[in-house]
């Protein structure tokens, strides 16, 4: 019988080798923040000194006891670096805007921006085909587009893990990238310079014989690489030395108390102290935590809105700070018009906090600030006219606004109405803002004085 249960055994490991080794892989986490990064999107590293866990998702690493300040969890940035506007009131030609656009992304984790298409007068919008130039196949660009009139297309740009850019176009993995996107049958194109983050910028540095890790290995990123015979978070155990547990197993660090002062060592194992309180606890290897030594607000321990772990609140969604005392809420922060204080300030805590020129509940009064028909002018008169004191730097200073012409100030809501210096015309227009940008719409019409 025994022979018989044997080789059914033997029959079925190899089935069970590779289930066992997922498991192993799972439960022994990367070893050093590059590969932290790599092996997860939704993975960040703790630079926190004296962690055991240092790779695990942002909550499993406030529940380790890391704090934001020491967590590195890059998700890629997006940065236009060419966008210049036309100024022609009728597009001749295909314009795109921007034109150029700096990437740096994660593995996994995507980034995207609104691309601006203006089309030839006269020319039908069809169906928008992109094509883009040789790049490595780790790379996944897509679009998607609305055509209003001409057409805004959102651009969305990921790429895979680091291990396939290896070899791609005889580049390194991290880049830069050059791609060019270019509608179909058009000579202009838009450039995407991509960077792709594999490496921690921590990596870079390596502390050798850092005290940190008892003079016996390399700090890297908060992480000790002992060198041999050492082992432990901090390097402090000579294993040529220790053929049993003794009570350097139960500190923390080479002079650190034994289990944290909150505990007595047996066999080389801490057991914790009890307290007066069952539901307050020590805990942790070297009974380092608690779940009641936390920040308390209106004589609540987190202020009821969050947990004690290991000394730091454990703040419930949408609350935050050391005491889980501020609320991330920002309904009481929302203006009429639907921005966030007005524009003019921050959501805090619930509550808006203005800039300095901005006043009140929701920072709604500006009382030292030009109107927006005073603020625009010089910019708005030359960029629809090329006249006025600003049209020798009106490249350099006025692009920031979004033009668009009509006949005359009968097409326009409330328009305002200015004059200009040059030629004492008076000129029509008016002036939105959004969260994408300011919009001027300018009556191509002048009222100019009757001469004799």
Not at 12 to 33: D, G, Y
Not at 105 to 131: A, C, W, Y
């Amino acid at each position: 019988m025994a022979l018989k249960a044997l080789r059914l055994l033997l029959l079925l490991l190899p089935l069970l080798l590779p289930t066992w080794a997922e498991h192993e892989t799972f439960l022994k986490p990367p070893s050093n923040c590059n590969k932290c990064i790599q092996s997860n999107p939704q993975f960040a590293w703790c630079t926190a000194p004296g962690l055991k866990r240092r790779c695990h998702t942002v909550k499993g690493l406030r529940s380790a006891g890391c704090t934001t300040h020491y967590m590195y969890n890059p998700q890629g940035s997006v940065q236009v670096t060419r966008n210049e506007s036309s100024t022609q009131s009728t597009a001749e030609t295909l314009y795109l805007q921007p034109q150029e656009v700096t990437l740096h992304l994660r593995p996994g984790v995507s980034q995207s921006f609104p691309l601006s298409i203006t089309m030839p007068k006269d020319h039908t919008i069809t169906e928008l085909n992109m094509d883009t130039s040789p790049m490595p196949a780790a790379f996944n660009i897509t679009f998607s587009s609305i055509i209003n009139g001409n057409m805004l297309v959102e651009v969305k740009v990921g790429s895979a893990h680091c291990s396939t850019m290896i070899g791609d176009l005889n580049q390194n993995r991290r880049g830069p990238w050059s791609v060019n996107l270019a509608p179909r049958g058009f000579p202009q194109n838009v450039k995407l310079v991509i960077n792709v983050e594999c490496e921690c910028d921590c990596a870079r540095t390596r502390e050798e014989n850092s005290p940190a890790c008892s003079s016996h290995g390399a700090l890297v990123c908060g992480s000790c690489e002992c060198d041999p015979p050492y082992i432990g978070h901090q390097c402090h155990v000579d294993i040529e030395s220790s053929f049993y547990r003794d009570d350097n197993f139960c500190r923390s660090g080479p002079n650190a108390p034994l289990c944290s002062g909150r505990g007595a060592c047996v066999d080389g194992f801490c057991q914790c102290n009890s307290r007066e309180n069952p539901e307050e606890r020590y805990y942790g290897q070297f009974c380092q935590c608690s779940n009641f030594d936390c920040p308390y607000q209106n004589n609540r321990i987190c202020g009821g809105h969050g947990k004690c772990e290991c000394g730091r609140c454990i703040c419930d969604q949408d609350w935050t700070n050391e005491d889980c005392s501020c609320s991330m809420d920002t309904a009481l922060c929302m203006a009429p018009n639907q921005q966030l204080c007005n524009g003019g300030g921050l959501c805090m805590c619930g509550r808006c906090k203005c800039d300095t020129l901005y006043a009140g509940p929701l920072c709604e009064s500006c009382p030292t600030c030009l109107g927006s028909c005073q603020q625009h002018a010089k910019c708005v008169e030359c960029r629809a006219f090329g006249t006025g004191p600003k049209k020798d730097r009106c490249q350099d200073e006025c692009t920031y606004l979004i033009l668009t012409k009509v006949q005359s100030k009968d097409d326009i809501s409330a328009p305002c109405k200015m004059i200009s210096r040059e030629d004492s015309c008076y000129f029509y227009y008016s002036v939105s803002q959004s969260a994408s940008g300011t919009y001027v719409t300018v009556a191509d019409d002048k009222e100019c004085p009757r001469t004799l």
